[in-house]
């Protein structure tokens, strides 16, 4: 009996289970729930999109997201719980794949998931005339390069939304000869695209977009990078900051130049 006691004593205590993470609790809802759409490459996706998105608008306040083509609504519903301020999720697509609203609602409520089933070119200038004076993050994950290129035009360039986030796959050549380019260049098609893609934002004249490529992680997807842009200011107008720095860009330049050539003579 002592001998049992002490082996009793002896024993390490068993380990304490860890707490699940937001992760895995919705995917083990949908898999309770018998929910088969997104799949699981696509709720990664989702998640990791997401995460993403959390981290660059980190100091943003946005009330509504819009996701662009976005199917089941997965995105949309990661990102109501993820962004604090944000109380309603639009999902626009032209097909009606199923929702996660089934297994998620409990996570999100008491905000809103609502699904409008229309095209990119009627359905999103609709949902963003109707969320006028809001402050709205468009997104879209997966999208094709056309589909890439129509979401960013319309939501920065027509509505200078606050924010915009897209995953472009399926990169093409619609307006030049780039493909041929990249091939003399030796550089990689789908990043040129993208590239080529993020500056045309940085070209919009209605409004100016701080913009910047991140990544999800490749094991989750070889498309992985993601096209975010946040509004610098509210109107045609460069704010203080953008103006200081210009100025010191200049000032650099004329003390390099004196430099080299001298003093400029009147």
């Known amino acids: 009996i002592m001998m049992?006691?002490?082996?009793?004593?002896?024993?390490?205590?068993?380990?304490?289970?860890?707490?699940?993470?937001?992760?895995q609790r919705l995917f083990h809802q949908l898999h309770i729930s018998r929910i088969h759409n997104p799949s699981i490459k696509e709720f990664k996706e989702a998640f990791a999109f997401a995460k993403v998105v959390q981290?660059?608008?980190?100091?943003?306040?946005?009330?509504?997201?819009?996701?662009?083509?976005?199917?089941?609504?997965?995105?949309?519903?990661?990102?109501?719980?993820?962004?604090?301020t944000v109380q309603r999720a639009i999902v626009i697509d032209p097909a009606d794949v199923g929702s996660v609203e089934r297994a998620w609602k409990l996570f999100y409520e008491p905000k809103v998931l609502k699904f409008r089933h229309a095209s990119l070119a009627t359905g999103l200038p609709e949902a963003l005339h109707e969320c006028h004076g809001l402050r709205v993050l468009v997104v879209a994950c997966h999208a094709c390069q056309h589909l890439s290129q129509e979401i960013l035009e319309i939501?920065?360039?027509?509505?200078?939304?606050?924010?915009?986030?897209?995953l472009p796959c399926c990169q093409s050549d619609l307006v030049g000869n780039w493909k041929a380019t990249c091939k003399n260049l030796k550089l990689p098609f789908a990043t040129s695209m993208d590239l080529l893609l993020a500056g045309r934002v940085l070209g919009f004249s209605n409004f100016a977009y701080d913009v910047r490529i991140k990544m999800i992680p490749a094991i989750i997807s070889p498309q992985n990078?993601?096209?975010?842009?946040?509004q610098v200011n509210d109107n045609n107008n460069?704010?203080?900051?953008?103006?200081e720095k210009r100025n010191m860009a200049k000032e650099k330049l004329q003390r390099a130049y004196t430099k080299a050539h001298g003093e400029v003579r009147e």
Do not use: N, W
């Open 4 to 23: 049992m006691i002490m082996r009793t004593i002896q024993q390490p205590p068993p380990p304490q289970q860890q707490p699940y993470t937001l992760e």
């Open 55 to 84: 981290s660059f608008f980190k100091h943003q306040h946005f009330d509504v997201v819009i996701d662009v083509a976005g199917g089941h609504g997965a995105l949309a519903a990661i990102l109501l719980m993820k962004l604090d």
């Open 155 to 166: 939501a920065c360039r027509d509505f200078g939304v606050c924010g915009a986030a897209v």
């Open 225 to 230: 990078r993601i096209i975010l842009c946040k």
């Open 238 to 243: 460069d704010d203080g900051t953008e103006k």
